[in-house]
């Protein structure tokens, strides 16, 4: 028998401390983490999305009344950043969660979110840096790959 391990880094990094634009990406999912329109769960959710010709695009939860008609933050920053940007890498993203007229302390992303980050990181070529926005804290995983070990598509040995 054979067993392996996967080992990843997560780094919880003070806010201030994050790199001007990393600051200004957690930022801007929070901003729109406002805009969400989530009626149903109310719980509103905000990522954007650092390309790496320094733009930024952002989306939030869509809901439907037709329940999973409705689309996750990350899933809606990360296809707009796909449809408009296709040849340019994404650098980062970061989440961010309103609830009950607070941030959330901290969200990560859902499995299928996961497999789309994990999708957007093979298909460039370059680590996806993923931000998940806290009160004062912002923890980091440096690469996509590191939030979804054992993916499809992704079997690492
Ligand atoms: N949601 C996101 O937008 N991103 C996540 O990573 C997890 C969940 C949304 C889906 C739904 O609109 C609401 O949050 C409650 O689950």
Redesign the pocket.
Known sequence: MEEKEWKIKVSIVPECELPADERALVEAARAAALQ?Y?P??E???G?AVLLENDVTVTG????NAAYPS???????ALFYAGAQYPSVPVKALA?A?WQNQAFVER????GG?RQVLLETEMRSGKPVRILLAGKNEVTVISRAADMLPFGFGSFRT
């Open positions: 969400a989530a149903y769960s719980f509103r959710v990522a939030n939860n869509q809901e409705g689309m996750c933050a990350e899933r809606i989440v969660a969200i990560s992303p859902c979110c």
